[in-house]
Structures are given as structure tokens and as C-alpha cells.
């Protein structure tokens, strides 16, 4: 019995890359199952095995996804051993992943949450792969789920599942934070923890402002702009990105590697003044 309306929409993110059969596969068993599902196909390039990009990812799409949706995220380096497969209820829709961190964002987000674990064997393929539990295991439950089926049906209530560390983010002075490189997306833009949630000054949507940056390989100076090309070329330069966060480019390159920066390297950011670099 359905806990609240489902879509029979289904989002697959994973870590299975492109060239093999695995996506593929997992589709079959879907569509087997609920023919009428509505796949979405998120990103399949998750770096093998990289549980905080996969969860970064997650916190930035869901949200834009109807309620009723079920959100299956398989980056799932512990397959085939003791980890749970665990299903969350929040905010109106639904969330399937093996029990290791992916959900994290989630799990935080203020609100009411219902968590599940996932043990109900006949829900499963008949023959159950060590080494594939996103066709014989996600694929099949998460068909069910687009269907109505209820998280009590799936397995017990689970109390704590686990959490990957919080990224770090500290207050630093009056007008400056210290965090840490989050994600670094395709174009090597540097995607750090310091959100436009963090607080007041430099840390709302604005621009025209000159930051101090600190990071690994030393001090920056940088203005505060508002597009990518905002300055000439080759410029570096900070701004709010789409996912809500201060983001580190460079005007037509990539940050990461001109600046040496990849995730979990700490970046701390202060004010300085009105930015002195006229903008295009």
C-alpha cells in the first residue's frame, strides 16, 4: 500500500559509467516489472566509488524532481558484503541506496524522514549477484516503489544510518569562512562548502566585491563576479554557482588544475573590499 501519490518516476544515478551493460540491464528489470515507468538517467559517470561526489550530485537535482519520485543512487563500493540497502521518505518523495553515505545531504535536511531497511528477499530477482545488486536488488524494488509499494513493506524502521563526515565550514573572523572543496564539476570549476546560507557580508548572492582566498598553494586575490565570463580570459575569479555555492573559476580554463585544488582541500575565503578589477 503507497505511503503518499507516486509519479512511476524513476532517477538512476551510479558510478557504472557508459560502456558496459550494467545501466542497461538495470532498465530491464524496471521495465519488466512496471512497464509504464519513466526513467531518468542523472549520471552514470560518478567517479568509481566516489560516495561524496555521488552525494553532492543528489543534493543538487532532487529537489527540482516532483514529489512521488523515487531517486535510486547505486555508487555502492561495499556490493556483496554486509552493508544495508536502506529506503528514506522525505519531503514527499523517495530515496534508495545502499546504507554507506550517498544519503547524507538528505538525511540532513530538516524535516520529518521515514528510513527503512531493505531485506525482503522475494522483492528481489530470483538470483541475486554478489557483484550486481543494482540490477537484482535496486532495479527490482525500486519498480515496486514507483508501483506504491510501502517502505514498511520493505523491511524494518533503521534508526541510524550512516553519514559521511559533514563537509567542513568554520566561521573566520568577521567576514570570512573556512571550508573545503566539495566538487569539482565538468568544466574544473571548483565547487566549495561556503554556501549563501552561511551568513551575512560576502556570503549572499552579490557581486563586486574582492575576496582573499587561501588555499593549498597560497594566497589570491580575486573579485566576487556574477558569470563565468564576467572577466577576460584566464582570469581567476570567485562566484555563486547554481547549486548555491561559492564556486573558484577561471574565465575559459579550469580551476582545479591551475589552481592544484580537488575535493576535500580546504579553501578559506575573506572579504576584502569593492573589488578594484573592472568587469565586462
Request: glycine share 12%; net charge positive; charged share 20%.
Amino acid at each position: 500500500m503507497t505511503d503518499w501519490p507516486r509519479k512511476g518516476l524513476i532517477a538512476l544515478l551510479t558510478d557504472f559509467g557508459e560502456r558496459d551493460w550494467f545501466v542497461g540491464a538495470r532498465k530491464g528489470v524496471i521495465l519488466s516489472i512496471f512497464p509504464a515507468a519513466r526513467i531518468v538517467d542523472i549520471s552514470h559517470q560518478i567517479p568509481p566509488g566516489d560516495l561524496r561526489s555521488a552525494a553532492f550530485h543528489l543534493s543538487c537535482y532532487f529537489r527540482f524532481f516532483p514529489k512521488g519520485t523515487v531517486h535510486v543512487v547505486v555508487v555502492d563500493p561495499g556490493v556483496g558484503t554486509r552493508r544495508k540497502i536502506i529506503a528514506v521518505q522525505s519531503g514527499g518523495r523517495l530515496f534508495l541506496a545502499p546504507d554507506n553515505g550517498v544519503l547524507s545531504y538528505v538525511l540532513r535536511r530538516p524535516g520529518g524522514k521515514r528510513i527503512h531497511a531493505v531485506n525482503r528477499r522475494d522483492l528481489f530477482l530470483p538470483e541475486v549477484s554478489r557483484t550486481f545488486h543494482g540490477r537484482d536488488i535496486f532495479a527490482p524494488v525500486a519498480a515496486l516503489l514507483a508501483q506504491g509499494l510501502s517502505l514498511s513493506e520493505l523491511g524494518p524502521k533503521l534508526l541510524k544510518p550512516l553519514l559521511l563526515p559533514a563537509p567542513r565550514l568554520l566561521r573566520w573572523g568577521e567576514s570570512g569562512w573556512k571550508g573545503e572543496v566539495v566538487y569539482v564539476d565538468w568544466f574544473g570549476n571548483v565547487i566549495t562548502s561556503i554556501s549563501t546560507a552561511c551568513g551575512t557580508g560576502i556570503f549572499k548572492p552579490v557581486s563586486g566585491l574582492e575576496l582573499e582566498v587561501f588555499i593549498a598553494s597560497g594566497r589570491q586575490v580575486i573579485p566576487l563576479v556574477e558569470t563565468y565570463r564576467s572577466l577576460a580570459p584566464g582570469t581567476c575569479m570567485a562566484l555563486w554557482g547554481s547549486s548555491g555555492f561559492l564556486e573558484l573559476a577561471v574565465s575559459g580554463g579550469a580551476a582545479a588544475g591551475e589552481l592544484g585544488l580537488q575535493i576535500g582541500d580546504e579553501v578559506a575565503v575573506r572579504i576584502v573590499g569593492p573589488t578594484a578589477i573592472r568587469t565586462k
